[in-house]
C-alpha cells in the first residue's frame, strides 16, 4: 500500500489522513523526511553563494517541511491516543531526531553562514520579521552548542542523546503507572459522591463497573467529595506516587540522571547551572529574579495555608477522626468549609458547566472579540472523541480547530495546546494553522453529559486562549508563528519528558517543545 505522507493528501484543509495512516507508515516516513532535510541542509551550507537572509536563514525555515508534516501528526497521536506500537516508535525516534539535531548544530559551515549573517546584521536592511527570525535562529545554534569545539562538541551530541531517551522513558513511565492504577468503588461508597461525579466515574469503568482513576478530572473531585477518609488516602498515595513505584517505571534514576546531564550541559555552554541557562532567554531573566519573587511570596502564603490547616483539623476533629491533617484531607475539608461558609458547592455549579456550553461560550467570546466563527466539520480524526472545527472570519477560512476533551489511559496527563501545522507565507504561499486543544476531563456515562468543575471550564478557556495565538497568527515565517527553530526542533520533542512541558508564552516549563505545546504547571 502506498504510504499517505508521500500524497498530497486529499483531505478537508489538508488535514492528515488518520484513517489512512497504519503503525508501519510512520518510520519510513520519517526516514524519507529526515534524508530530504540532511539533503536541503547540506544544500545550504554548500552554497557557493555569499550567505543572505534569503538563501540561509530562510532556506533553513524551509528545510526540514516533510519533517514537520510527518512529526506534527505523529507526536499529537503519540501524545492524546498512545499505544505500545507508538511508544516504541517514540523509543526509537529519540536517539534519530538527537542525532539529526547534533548534525545540523555540528555543521560549521551552515553555522558560519548564520553566524556571518549575524554579525553583520545592521547592514543588511532586514525587516522586523527577517530580523527576529535571524536573531532567533543564531540564539537558538548558540544556546545548543554550535559555537563547541573538539571533546566538548561530541560531549553535547551525547548529552543531547541520551536526555532524549531519558525523557521519551520518563514520559512513558509516568503514563503507564496512571493508566495501571483504578481504585474500585462499592454501591454504597458511589452513593456518597455528586451526580456528575457517579457519572464518570461508572464511564470511567466501563464494564467493570465503577472506579477512580488517577485522571485529574477524577482524583480531585473525589478528594474533595468523598467522606471515605481510606479511600482519600488510597487515591492520593497514589496519585503522588506515580513515577515512584520501583520496577521498570520508577523515574526516580531518571529524573536524578537528567538534572545532572542538565547541569553538565550548562556548563559546557558557559552558565553556572542549568537554571541560568533556561532562563537566559526567559522573562525572569535569572535564578535570583525567580528566588525573590517566591521568597516574596512564600511568607504570606505560608501564614495563609497554616491558618487553614487549623480550621481543617477542627474539622477533622469534629468528624470523630483523630491525629493530625493529612494531605488528603485538604480537598475534603477545604470543600467543606466552601460550602459551609460561603454556600458555594462544586457540585451544584457544575451543571451550569457542561461542557458542550462551555465550547460554545469559548467560540462566542472569540467571535465577540476577534469575529470568528466555529463550524464542526466531518474530519479524519486520530480517535472519535476528538472533534473539528473549521474557523472562519468574514466568510474567510482562518484555520482549522481539534478539541479533544476527554481522558482516557492512552492519553497523557494534563492540558496543552499544540499545532499539526503552523501558518506562515514562506515561498509566496498562504499555509493556514491546524491547531489541536487537548484536555483531560472526565467523560460521563452513555446518554449523560460532560460536567465541568470550575477548574475545569478555565483550563478549557486558558487553552483555547493559546489556540487563538494560533488561529489568529498572521506572519511570513513559521518560527515566529511557532517559537521554534525549524531545522533543529524535532529531537527537542523526543528529548520531552511531558511533564510540564512549555507553551512559549506564558506556562512555566521543564523540556524544550518544538511546537508551541501549552501544558499548565496547575493540571
Known amino acids: 500500500m502506498t504510504n499517505p505522507f508521500l500524497e498530497t493528501w486529499d483531505t478537508p484543509f489538508g488535514l492528515p489522513p488518520f484513517d489512512r495512516i497504519a503503525v508501519g507508515d510512520w518510520m519510513p516516513a520519517t526516514e524519507a523526511a529526515l534524508a530530504e532535510a540532511r539533503a536541503a541542509v547540506e544544500t545550504i ?7 543572505n537572509f534569503d538563501n540561509t536563514v530562510a532556506a533553513l525555515e524551509m528545510s526540514d517541511e516533510a519533517l514537520g508534516r510527518v512529526l506534527s501528526a505523529f507526536y499529537a ?11 516504541a516508535l517514540q523509543r526509537d525516534f529519540a536517539p534519530m531526531l538527537s542525532a539529526h539535531m547534533s548534525w545540523v548544530i555540528g555543521n560549521q559551515a551552515l553555522f558560519e553562514r548564520i553566524d556571518a549573517l549575524w554579525q553583520t546584521r545592521e547592514t543588511l536592511d532586514l525587516g522586523p520579521e527577517e530580523a527576529r527570525v535571524l536573531m532567533l535562529t543564531h540564539r537558538r545554534f548558540v544556546r545548543a552548542g554550535a559555537q563547541l569545539e573538539g571533546q566538548a562538541a561530541v560531549r553535547m551530541a551525547e548529552i543531547r542523546t541520551r536526555l532524549s531517551v531519558l525523557g521519551t522513558q520518563f514520559s512513558q513511565n509516568l503514563l503507564a503507572d496512571e493508566s495501571a492504577w483504578t481504585m474500585p468503588l462499592s454501591e454504597e461508597e458511589l452513593a456518597k459522591l455528586p451526580a456528575g461525579l457517579r457519572s464518570a466515574a461508572k464511564a470511567a469503568g466501563g464494564d467493570k463497573g465503577a472506579v477512580i482513576t488517577l485522571s485529574r478530572s477524577l482524583v480531585v473531585p473525589f478528594l474533595q467529595y468523598s467522606p471515605n477518609r481510606e479511600l482519600r488516602r488510597r487515591a492520593f498515595e497514589a496519585w503522588g506516587a506515580r513515577g515512584m513505584n520501583g520496577g521498570e517505571t520508577d523515574n526516580r534514576a531518571i529524573a536524578a540522571e537528567t538534572l545532572k546531564l542538565r547541569e553538565e550541559r550548562a556548563k559546557l555552554l558557559g552558565h553556572d547551572d542549568y537554571a541560568s541557562w533556561k532562563l537566559e532567554t526567559e522573562m525572569a531573566g535569572s535564578p ?3 528566588r525573590e519573587l517566591l521568597h516574596a511570596v512564600w511568607t504570606p502564603a505560608r501564614a495563609a495555608a497554616e491558618a487553614d490547616a487549623a480550621i481543617y483539623a477542627d474539622m477533622l476533629h ?14 475534603y475539608y477545604a470543600e467543606g468549609r ?29 467571535h465577540r472579540l476577534f469575529g470568528i466563527e466555529a463550524r464542526e466539520i466531518e474530519a479524519p480524526a486520530y480517535h472519535p472523541d476528538a472533534r473539528t472545527f473549521e474557523i472562519t472570519r468574514r466568510g474567510e477560512h482562518l484555520a482549522v480547530f ?13 492540558a496543552w495546546c499544540t499545532t499539526m501545522r503552523d501558518q506562515h507565507r514562506m515561498a509566496g504561499r498562504d499555509v493556514r494553522p491546524l491547531v489541536l486543544n487537548v484536555c483531560n476531563f472526565a467523560k460521563p456515562d452513555a446518554g449523560e453529559p460532560a460536567l465541568l468543575s470550575f477548574d475545569d471550564a478555565r483550563t478549557l478557556f486558558h487553552e483555547f486562549g493559546h489556540a487563538l495565538h494560533q488561529m489568529l497568527s498572521d506572519v511570513t515565517y513559521e518560527s515566529i508563528s511557532a517559537p521554534r527553530s525549524r531545522a533543529i526542533s524535532w529531537s527537542c520533542r523526543a528529548s520531552s519528558s511531558n511533564t510540564g512541558s512549555k507553551c512559549p508564552k506564558c506556562c ?14 496547575r493540571r
Open 318 to 331: 469534629a468528624d470523630g477522626h483523630e491525629g493530625p491533617l493529612e494531605p488528603w484531607d485538604w480537598r
Open 508 to 521: 512555566a516549563s521543564s523540556p524544550p517543545m518544538p511546537r508551541p505545546v501549552s501544558r499548565c504547571p
Open 45 to 51: 551550507a554548500a552554497n557557493p553563494e555569499a550567505p
Open 77 to 87: 497521536v503519540a501524545s492524546a491516543d498512545s499505544t505500545p506500537a507508538l511508544q
Open 288 to 290: 535570583q529574579a525567580v
Open 338 to 366: 466552601r460550602r459551609a461558609e460561603h454556600e458555594i458547592d462544586d457540585g451544584t455549579l457544575k451543571p451550569y458547566l457542561q461542557l458542550d456550553r462551555m465550547i460554545e461560550a469559548a467560540f462566542s467570546v472569540a
Open 402 to 414: 481539534v478539541g479533544d476533551w476527554f481522558a482516557r489511559p492512552s492519553k497523557r496527563s494534563g
